[in-house]
């Protein structure tokens, strides 16, 4: 049995941070997204696909420096 590929959704209330997490993704991990238009709420959901256990620490860090 491999590895189980979980996808994740991740929202944003502002779309250069959606645009500087898409960027972070794609460098760290090579694999690609996808980014919503932004809503009249400004919200933007960016999924990204085949999560690991890496990918999602690199999810958690990400959070974790934009919120501080």
């Given at each position: 049995?491999?590895p189980?590929?979980?996808?994740?959704?991740?929202?944003?209330?502002?779309?250069?941070?959606?645009?500087?997490?898409?960027?972070?993704?794609?460098?760290?991990?090579?694999?690609?997204?996808?980014?919503?238009?932004?809503?009249?709420?400004?919200?933007?959901?960016?999924?990204?696909y085949?999560?690991?256990?890496?990918?999602?620490?690199?999810?958690?860090?990400?959070?974790?420096?934009?919120?501080?």
């Amino acid at each position: 049995m491999g590895p189980h590929n979980m996808d994740a959704t991740l929202t944003f209330n502002n779309r250069a941070l959606a645009q500087q997490f898409t960027k972070y993704w794609s460098r760290a991990t090579l694999t690609g997204h996808t980014m919503s238009a932004t809503g009249d709420d400004g919200i933007t959901t960016v999924k990204v696909y085949n999560v690991t256990d890496n990918s999602k620490e690199l999810i958690n860090n990400f959070i974790n420096e934009a919120t501080q």
